[in-house]
């Protein structure tokens, strides 16, 4: 296992842009997800290995942010906010809504890998509540509606 060509090379370029290369430890694991997909305790000991850094800590890195994904997840990996704003704002209905449309539970992904349901911390749109993000992209103000709208255009 190891980086493409491509991906070796802004691997490169983020290094130098850090004055210490376990500072780069995000970045390159933005780097390693986006390559490989997940962060699979494979790819934790290479990204240690690349960066010099024990594998423990490049796997405490990894785990404690939500925005790396340590299993497989489909085509399209929804997060909805779990957090202050949007919980007063009715999301855990939605998510029930999400369960019930694409018939998995919270932490599962649909049969066909098309999609994967997660709850994540704040998103940074509580004043838009309730909010979500799928792949790179994040929708707020949700609602039922606006949610069959956001999957259809996924289909
Ligand atoms: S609490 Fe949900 S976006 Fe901040």
Do not use: D, G
């Given at each position: 296992m190891e980086f493409s060509k491509e991906t070796r090379k802004k691997f490169e370029q983020v290094l130098?842009?850090?004055?210490?290369?376990?500072?780069a430890l995000l970045p390159t694991l933005y780097l390693a997800q986006e390559e490989f997909g997940y962060l699979s305790a494979e790819v934790v000991q290479y990204v240690a290995e690349l960066m010099e850094i024990p594998a423990p800590r490049v796997y405490g890195v990894a785990t404690f942010?939500?925005?790396?994904?340590?299993e497989p997840v489909g085509r399209y990996h929804i997060q909805v906010c779990s957090n202050v704003s949007c919980a007063l704002r009715g999301v855990e209905q939605l998510v029930e809504y999400l369960k019930e449309k694409l018939k998995i539970n919270v932490g599962e992904t649909t049969p066909d890998k098309k999609f994967t349901l997660s709850t994540v911390e704040c998103l940074g749109f509580c004043d838009n509540s309730p909010a979500m993000q799928i792949n790179d992209d994040y929708y707020s103000d949700l609602t039922r509606d606006k949610i069959d709208e956001i999957l259809e255009k996924l289909k």
């Open positions: 130098q842009r850090y004055p210490r290369k376990e500072a942010y939500t925005m790396f994904n340590k």
